[in-house]
């Protein structure tokens, strides 16, 4: 039972354009989501979250929206520079549950 | 300011064997939980330690066990492996359990291979 999904196992975006990371997920009891990046070899990197009561938080480049009817939300980076090339996991959890549930990944690709 | 530091990197045991990874978590965090990755997927909650008891459990059999430490440290144990047990196994540290919105800090994890 995949609770939370990332459809998109890859995207490539040209350098300086948006890049749009999705995610969906099934159980509505979910109300803390966050969005980490990895690269090769190192442990995922906490780069933004979102509580359930707003639905845009932006933190520099970086702005995560939530569409709680939709179950839906997305990552968006702005401009996309090569060093944004990694993967990146979308996470849900109850607050304080601190159990994270994580998507499959999509893997972001950057060209110049 | 040190982060979550996992150790060993790497380690190759082979089937039927036991392995114990360790955590330290990142300074002024007290909840530890375990995460396992396979290949090409997201990394999967086994269980998070608090105050040195078990507070949360995901669906891992009862070979995966752990502990934590008076100092927050924490280890994870696994019996009898199976090949299936190869994985990253990803520690991650956070501040005051069940307190809201605290992001999980992740250390680098431990490649565990099963021959």
């Known amino acids: 039972d995949q609770q939370v999904k990332q459809n998109s196992p890859s995207l490539s975006v040209q350098e300086g354009r948006i890049s749009i990371l999705n995610c969906d997920y099934t159980?509505?009891?979910?109300?803390?989501f966050l969005w980490y990046k990895k690269y090769p070899a190192e442990g995922p990197t906490f780069l933004i979250s979102?509580?359930?009561?707003?639905d845009k938080n932006e933190d520099g480049r970086f702005t995560v929206f939530l569409n709680k009817s939709a179950k839906h939300l997305s990552l968006h980076i702005v401009p996309s520079q090569p060093g944004d090339s990694a993967v990146y996991f979308c996470?849900?959890?109850?607050?304080?549950?601190?159990?994270?549930?994580f998507g499959q990944g999509t893997r972001l690709t950057i060209n110049p | 300011d040190a982060g979550v530091t996992q150790s060993p990197t790497h380690l190759i045991k082979t089937r039927g064997q036991q392995v114990t990874l360790r955590c330290s978590p990142k300074?002024?965090?007290?909840?530890v939980s375990w995460y396992q990755q396979a290949l090409g997927q997201g990394p999967q909650f086994i269980f998070q330690?608090?105050?040195?008891?078990?507070?949360q459990r995901g669906n891992f059999p009862d070979r995966f066990s752990g502990h934590q430490f008076p100092n927050y440290s924490s280890e994870l144990n696994v019996n009898a492996l199976l090949l299936g047990d190869s994985a990253l196994y990803l520690c991650?540290?956070?501040?005051?359990?069940?307190?809201?919105?605290?992001?999980?800090?992740f250390g680098d994890g431990t490649r565990l291979s099963i021959l």
């Open positions: 991650a540290s956070s501040f005051g359990w069940a307190r809201s919105n605290q992001p999980q800090h």
């Open positions: 159980n509505s009891m979910f109300d803390y």
């Open positions: 979102i509580s359930s009561i707003k």
């Open positions: 996470a849900a959890t109850i607050q304080g549950a601190q159990k994270l549930v």
């Open positions: 300074s002024g965090h007290d909840t």
């Open positions: 330690y608090y105050e040195e008891e078990e507070r």
